[in-house]
């Protein structure tokens, strides 16, 4: 089995430029508004559990303020992706369940990008993590 580093570099931009399209778009629309905003977000954002605004306001923060941040990095990539992942799962399947595929293209096609980016990882282009240092090591 190859190990990542013997990929072509397309392969790197590709996942570089996944990353950092994704990463932007999930901050401009979703994670900033929620920071700048905040108090108005309390107000606004569905609680499917029954937790609280609050409670349901800060996974949603970490899952699109830090996490596409470390993404953007290609630091602990695959890591960051699953609070991203599960806070999108909620939306379409318990927040918006009524919505048809054409209504919740956006977040379907986020929950895409993002399961991809779990699956693969940041590719060469990238901070120093440790899937950086499993490969260096030699680890399949």
Same mark, same amino acid.
């Given at each position: 089995?190859?190990?990542?580093?013997?990929?072509?570099?397309?392969?790197?931009?590709?996942?570089?430029?996944?990353?950092?399209?994704?990463? +932007?778009?999930?901050?401009?629309?979703? %994670?900033?508004?929620?920071?700048?905003?905040?108090?108005?977000?309390?107000?606004?954002?569905?609680?499917?559990? %029954?937790?609280?605004?609050?409670?349901?306001? +800060?996974?949603?923060?970490?899952?699109?303020?830090?996490?596409?941040?470390?993404?953007?990095?290609?630091?602990?990539?695959?890591?960051?992706?699953?609070?991203?992942?599960?806070?999108?799962?909620?939306?379409?399947?318990?927040?918006?369940?009524?919505?048809?595929?054409?209504?919740?293209?956006?977040?379907? +096609? +986020?929950?895409?990008?993002?399961?991809?980016?779990?699956?693969?990882?940041?590719?060469?282009?990238?901070?120093?993590?440790?899937?950086?240092?499993?490969?260096?090591?030699?680890?399949?």
């Amino acid at each position: 089995m190859k190990h990542s580093l013997s990929q072509p570099p397309r392969i790197d931009a590709g996942l570089f430029f996944l990353r950092l399209t994704a990463c +932007l778009l999930l901050l401009h629309v979703h %994670g900033l508004p929620k920071i700048f905003h905040f108090s108005e977000e309390l107000t606004r954002i569905e609680d499917p559990f %029954g937790l609280g605004a609050y409670m349901s306001l +800060l996974p949603a923060i970490f899952a699109e303020v830090v996490c596409p941040l470390f993404i953007l990095l290609g630091v602990f990539t695959r890591l960051a992706c699953l609070p991203i992942i599960g806070v999108l799962l909620v939306a379409m399947v318990f927040v918006h369940p009524d919505w048809s595929v054409a209504e919740g293209q956006f977040g379907w +096609l +986020l929950l895409i990008i993002f399961t991809t980016l779990a699956l693969t990882g940041a590719g060469r282009w990238r901070l120093f993590s440790a899937e950086s240092a499993e490969v260096s090591r030699g680890a399949d």
